[in-house]
Nanobody, 114 residues
């Protein structure tokens, strides 16, 4: 499975962005799909995840109440709606999918200015 991520950009603090992740040549059925991020000089960390079949979700404490992960079955796409963004959310965001294996998309840069 190959993952196509999009939607990053530059936004002011308290603004919003929506990231998208879609698989090419496959579907997300049976996968757990998530977003991770890596800030400059930092380690890659979990942000949010969704089980495609059940739509159950999980979030890092740092984004709870501000970010929402969702899926669109018709478009075979996972979204990460990011609201009330903070400068500390600045990072490269990576889409990730997991079944028996782990798959990573290319990163998309999110920059939040203060």
């Amino acid at each position: 499975i190959q993952l196509q991520a999009s939607g990053g950009g530059l936004v002011q603090a308290r603004g919003s962005l929506r990231l998208s992740c879609a698989p090419s040549g496959d579907t997300f059925r049976g996968y757990t799909v998530g977003w991770f991020r890596q800030a400059p000089g930092g380690e890659r960390e979990f942000v949010a995840g969704i089980r495609w079949n059940s739509a159950s979700t999980s979030y890092a404490d740092s984004v709870k109440g501000r970010f929402t992960i969702s899926k669109d079955s018709a478009k075979n796409t996972v979204y990460l709606q990011m609201n009330t963004l903070k400068p500390e959310d600045t990072a490269i965001y990576y889409c990730h999918a997991k079944d028996l294996w782990h798959y990573w998309g290319q990163g998309t840069l999110v920059t939040v200015s203060s």
